[in-house]
């Protein structure tokens, strides 16, 4: 079987390395060098690729040796394309899939009209332009040599779309760049872990759903941002195992020297902040950070004040030495996640 995972561009590498890490043998990854898609074949059961946490989307891809999509409205392809919706249909609770859309150069075309007419008729899902359960892409063979190829995602929704995220907020942290921040910070069991400024609940869900840790707590200085995170730990089924403070993230009372691992998704100065607070904000974290972490701790940051944030490490290089600048792309936004070690002397 061939698949496709949409990723973010700037977490190919997360995700090649997840893959990698958690099928080994059973996987064969193609080479691609488009930023976005991670083509390959997998032999196990597809419901293991519903546990991905660093892509967009995974689709499986149908291969038909055609010269254009009309050729798709034949009796032996649509056939073999209908088989594989109403197998993944039925892979999933009666009802999760209600509507579909396609996604295609010349959508808007009569030989997709008839398309779509026909996939309501043989399937009884409703087509919805805009937004639906059952997704697909047609496109012009990407990984075969010739032909067209038909792309299904296999869940209702992007499994970016995290199902314990019941709350949201405005500027909330994309949850695959969430699972690469993770990454970044070398996860072990016995972590202290420490997200500044915790929003809603991100980043603590998904260290949890990465590896156990001694300890996971949060703190934000809003009680409807606070309420928010609490809603999302609860669906997460981890709330015994997170604690949240109302804290002010430059001064948070934490004993010194206590955290193996401190995050942060700093304020953009979009839709959350300002830059002239941010100006005051950024260096008082990063000091503070530094006074509550252990010797070789781990801290990793995300913000899309690239300049600024960049100009502020430079007076902190004693404290915090830059292992590690990745660029994300994502809903137009350019946001860079750097990591950093603890400096437990003075570079020489």
């Known amino acids: 079987m061939i698949y496709e995972a949409e990723v973010l561009p700037g977490l190919k590498p997360f995700a090649i390395s997840e893959l990698r890490g958690r099928f080994r043998q059973s996987i064969d990854l193609f080479p691609d060098e488009n930023p976005d898609r991670l083509p390959f074949q997998f032999d196990g059961p597809v419901a293991d690729l519903l546990e991905l946490r660093t892509v967009v989307s995974i689709y499986t891809v149908l291969a038909f040796d055609i010269p254009r999509p009309k050729a798709l409205l034949g009796h032996q392809h649509f056939t073999r394309l209908?088989?594989?919706?109403?197998?993944?249909?039925?892979?999933?609770?009666?009802?999760?899939?209600?509507?579909?859309?396609?996604?295609?150069?010349?959508?808007?075309?009569?030989?997709?009209?008839?398309?779509?007419?026909?996939?309501?008729?043989?399937?009884?899902?409703?087509?919805?332009?805009?937004?639906?359960?059952?997704?697909?892409?047609?496109?012009?063979?990407?990984?075969?040599?010739?032909?067209?190829?038909?792309?299904?995602?296999?869940?209702?929704?992007?499994?970016?779309?995290?199902?314990?995220?019941?709350?949201?907020?405005?500027?909330?942290?994309?949850?695959?760049?969430?699972?690469?921040?993770?990454?970044?910070?070398?996860?072990?069991?016995?972590?202290?872990?420490l997200n500044l400024m915790c929003g809603s609940g991100t980043l603590l869900i998904e260290r949890l759903l990465r590896c156990p840790a001694a300890v996971v707590t949060g703190c934000d200085i809003d009680h409807d941002v606070l309420a928010c995170a609490a809603e999302n730990i609860a669906r997460s089924g981890l709330v015994d195992l997170i604690t949240t403070s109302r804290m002010d993230a430059a001064c948070p009372g934490f004993p010194g020297g206590y955290f193996d691992v401190i995050c942060a998704d700093l304020p953009w100065g979009v839709l959350v902040g300002s830059h002239q607070s941010n100006a005051d904000l950024y260096p008082a974290v990063l000091e503070e950070a530094a006074r509550i972490a252990a010797p070789q701790a781990r801290m990793v940051i995300i913000t899309q004040e690239i300049r600024l944030f960049e100009d502020v490490i430079e007076r902190y290089t004693k404290l915090w030495k830059l292992e590690q600048v990745v660029r994300v792309f994502q809903g137009g936004l350019h946001p860079c996640i750097y990591s950093f070690e603890r400096q437990s002397r003075p570079p020489a």
């Open 82 to 193: 209908i088989k594989r919706i109403d197998r993944l249909i039925e892979s999933f609770p009666a009802g999760t899939f209600r509507t579909f859309r396609i996604s295609a150069a010349g959508k808007e075309s009569s030989v997709f009209s008839r398309l779509i007419d026909e996939l309501q008729r043989s399937t009884r899902l409703t087509h919805s332009p805009d937004d639906a359960d059952l997704f697909m892409r047609v496109r012009p063979a990407a990984i075969h040599r010739q032909g067209w190829e038909v792309l299904i995602r296999l869940s209702p929704r992007p499994l970016a779309t995290r199902q314990w995220r019941v709350c949201d907020l405005p500027g909330a942290l994309n949850a695959t760049i969430a699972a690469a921040m993770i990454d970044l910070t070398h996860p072990q069991n016995g972590d202290r872990f």
